[in-house]
Structure formats: structure tokens, C-alpha cells
DNA sequence: CGCCGTGTTGACTATTCTCAACCCAGGTGG
DNA sequence: CCACCTGGGTTGAGAATAGTCAACACGGCG
């Protein structure tokens, strides 16, 4: 898969202070309070399971390589992908709900999860309210992401759905430095593609065709380029602010 | 419509504070300085805006009283719904976010909305760690709400997309003593159910007679009653946890 | 070499949408 | 009091979108 080589772009140290950087500057004592908190630094092979759908919580997961997602299991065995994962973004902040996982999280790409365990989950929001806002910050913007997804799978068609994920992958990927002008990486199969966007594979094979022909994508070798970023947005009724990226 | 009979029914003096009670309970300080937060309490007639899409923000908004919903509205003239808000329920946490609504917030049946100044969020979540943890869990089951709503588009077909909504809105409802036995109020239009499931308003009504027929509901001036909640929740594979309700 | 996962294609089916008409109840104005 | 209007709800027919099944191509890998 060519995109490996798009993969590993995001070179600050931890891409989380990069992202909460987007709400707000953090202390050098926040930061590193963060930091210190980030430990139990764990690989995750291409399609490993980095926790399951029903298992207990085990602290906030925060993806520093790679590219992951989330996604349900039904129980007639079908597959939705609820979000992805991206350098810097966290998971399980629901460590609060001291429940189960009512979804798993998976690796997309070979990547590199960091563990916050739990107690240190609640000392860094007992001390810093600050820093407490930054990472609630972060989950609002997931909300908003979330939202978009919801207009998208019950409003658009199978088209403009597809055109709105890749531009909002390829902006995302581009504000953590992974991207090469206007190519990212996506390690995604078409099957995976249609599980995020409730199409069937064979739809999701001739949807990319239909992209294709109007020249406002390719794919191919895990390379995604949008050669007209802006047409494709017109067309996908794209518009990024619900991603509340600085770096735009 | 007969179902405002059943909206009232929520006594408590703050339903916030009975939904943050799920979470954990709050010292009477808390208590006390959360009640004092929520101004402004105005009423908000059927069908009226309490914000809009593209508005700065105003501070968090509670219901205390009625059935709102929030959406979003495309470009192309198309409304989907993205959540619906019972009393107790938060909006807008996203003061944060010192941006403009990325969604408009709308009642349903007649309400009524208190407003948290953006101010007094600051000082509470810089004053109570456990207050704050309280609000953010709030927002978490919101979003494992959203992540629900995502699957049930993406992978439900109609049947099971309204039975699981229809669940869920019972189940929610219930939660704050808005029901009565097998009896919820519904005061949504057949358009309003087609916005939040992404179907036509037309095929929206064929299903509620496909789920009338197999004896699952009956929904008639604007009651909603579920006589064979079981049934209904297998048939739409729905499973409550995902609401995080202590009081099942 | 042969297998397996992924992508591609064709033919057929199922689901859902659109358009248009019609019904009914409630509210309004004459 | 009635005629009218309006907003839901309902129905039918035909079209469009998307799904299913089955076959095949291709490349990587054991």
C-alpha cells in the first residue's frame, strides 16, 4: 500500500498538544502534566483491535501514529464505522461512565496508541480546569463531527456522502501534517468505505467510478488526490467548519 | 393534540439535576450553585427557534420543561434532524467553541429553555471538578446517542429505524416521568419523523402502518403507546445501554 | 503454484423517492 | 352557521437509488 509512505508525517512530538493547541495555548506545566500522563505507549498492527465493543473501560486511548476508527457490531453481524481517529484525537473519555465500551476501536493503518490511565485522567481535570476545557473542547468537536455524519448518511446521496468523507479525511489528515499537496493517504478497502457510509461495497465501487469520471478524485494504491478539492466540495455540499481547524 | 397531557409530568424543581444524578450525586453546594447558574428562563412556543444555525453562541441552554430538537439545514433545502432534548438535557455546551452554532436548536411542543451565562460555565467548571466531570458525562451520552443514530441510518432499514427510534424516545422519556404505563406522548409529524430518519414523509407513513399491523405501536393524536415493548425492541436489535440510564 | 483478499462487472431485485391526488379535522372569516 | 383554507395524513403509480448474488480479474504471499 504506496500510502504507508504518507502515513508518518506528523512529527511533533505528541500531536495531541498539537490539537489542543487548536482550542487554546496550554501552559508548559499542562502540557507536560499531558505529556507525563501519556504513557503505555502500545503498536497496533493494520486491522488489530485495540479494545472491544463490551469490554471495560481501561483509561483514554490517544492515537500519536497512524490512522484508526470506531465502529458498532449489530447483531445481525453488519458493521458501521462511527468515526475515525486521527493523530492527536482521544477516545474513551468516557473513562466517567464507568460502564463498558458500547463500541469498538480498531487500526486502520499500523499505528501507536498511548494509554492515560484513569486515576491520572482525573488528577490532570482536578488540577488544570483549563486543561479540563481543552479536552472537553476536543469531544465537542467529535459531537460536531458526529452531527455531520448523521446530515450525511440521512440526507445525501451515496455521491455527495462519499465526496463529504474524503474531504473531511483529506482535512483532517492535512491539519496533522499528513498529507502531500493534494494527496493523503487512504488505507481504506471499499468495503470499509461502505461500512462508514452505509453503502454496499459494490455501490461504493461504482460511486468511486462515478468520482472518478467527473475527475474530482483518484484513488488508487491507498492514495487519495482531489485534483479539484473545490468542486468537490460544491458537490458534496461540503463545508469545514464543523471540524473547527485553525489550520484550514 | 392529546399527548400534552403527558408532557408535563416531569415535578422536580430542576430536571437537570435528576438527569446529573445518573452520573453520580452532586453536594447540595453543587446543587445549589447549578440551580443558581440557570437565568433567564424563557418559554418557547411550538415550532419556534430557540437558536440558529450560523448564531454566536449564547451560553448553554437547558430544557427544563417541553420536547425540542436540534438540526441542521443544507444547502439544498433539506432538514435533518440531529437529536431531540428532553427535560434535563443540555445544549450547547460548546460555549467553549467561541464560534457560531454549527446546528439550530427548535421546539417541539411548547417548552421551556433556561439559559447558562457563558460566564457562570466558566466559574462553575473552575470552582467543582466533580460538577464539571458531571456536565462533561452529559455530553458523552450524548454523543454515544449520536453514535447510535449513525448506525441505525447507516445499517437499519426503515422498520427497524423507526421501532429503535420509538425506543429510545420511550426509553428517554420515561427517564424523567414522561410517560404514562406503555405511553409516551409523540408529538412529532410524519415530515419531522422523515427528518430525523432520513425517509420521505411518504414512506414514513407506510412504515407506521407496517409497524401498526404487526401490533408494535399505535401512535394516534399525538400518543405513542408500545404494547409489546419487547417486540419492538428485538425487532429493531435495540439495546438500552447505550443511553446510560441508571433508571431502567 | 494456488489461495485469498480486494476490486470490478453484469443482471436482477428490493427499497425508497417523487409526484400527484385526495381525505379529514380544526380554525378563520364572512 | 357555513364556506373556505390549511396542515397533516393517506394512497397509488412510476422512477430512481441502492442492494444482492454471482462471476471474474489481479496481485501478494505462503
Not at 8 to 15: E, G, K, L, R, V
Not at 92 to 102: C, K, Q, S, T, W
Given at each position: 500500500m504506496g500510502g504507508a509512505r504518507l502515513l508518518?508525517?506528523?512529527?511533533?512530538?505528541?500531536?495531541l498538544l498539537r490539537k489542543l493547541s487548536n482550542f487554546r495555548a496550554l501552559s508548559s506545566e499542562e502540557q507536560r502534566a499531558l505529556t507525563d500522563a501519556c504513557t503505555d505507549i502500545r503498536p497496533i498492527a493494520a486491522r488489530e483491535d485495540v479494545i472491544l465493543q463490551g469490554q471495560p473501560t481501561a483509561g483514554v486511548h490517544v492515537l500519536l501514529e497512524g490512522f484508526a476508527c470506531r465502529y458498532k457490531v449489530l447483531e445481525n453481524g453488519r458493521r458501521q464505522i462511527v468515526s475515525y481517529v486521527v493523530p492527536g484525537d482521544l477516545c474513551?473519555?468516557?473513562?466517567?461512565?464507568?460502564?463498558?465500551?458500547?463500541h469498538s476501536i480498531g487500526g486502520i493503518s499500523p499505528s501507536k496508541f498511548a494509554l492515560i490511565a484513569p486515576q491520572a485522567v482525573q488528577d490532570l481535570t482536578d488540577r488544570y480546569p483549563q486543561l479540563t476545557r481543552a479536552l472537553w473542547w476536543s469531544t465537542l468537536v467529535e459531537e460536531a463531527i458526529l452531527r455531520e455524519w448523521i446530515v450525511g448518511v440521512g440526507q445525501r446521496g451515496a455521491l455527495e456522502r462519499m465526496g463529504h468523507l474524503f474531504c473531511e479525511l483529506f482535512f483532517r489528515f492535512r491539519a496533522v501534517g499528513m498529507h502531500y499537496g493534494t494527496s493523503c493517504a487512504m488505507p481504506l478497502t471499499q468495503l470499509e468505505l461502505g461500512e462508514t457510509l452505509g453503502l454496499s461495497a459494490v455501490h461504493v465501487n461504482r460511486t468511486l467510478q462515478e468520482l472518478r469520471r467527473q475527475h474530482l478524485i483518484t484513488l488508487e494504491g491507498g492514495v487519495l488526490t482531489l485534483p479539484d478539492l473545490d468542486g468537490l466540495a460544491r458537490l458534496s455540499l461540503f463545508n469545514p467548519d464543523y471540524l473547527h481547524l485553525n489550520s484550514a
Open positions: 508518518p508525517q506528523c512529527h511533533m512530538a505528541n500531536p474513551d473519555l468516557r473513562v466517567f461512565i464507568h460502564g463498558r465500551m458500547d
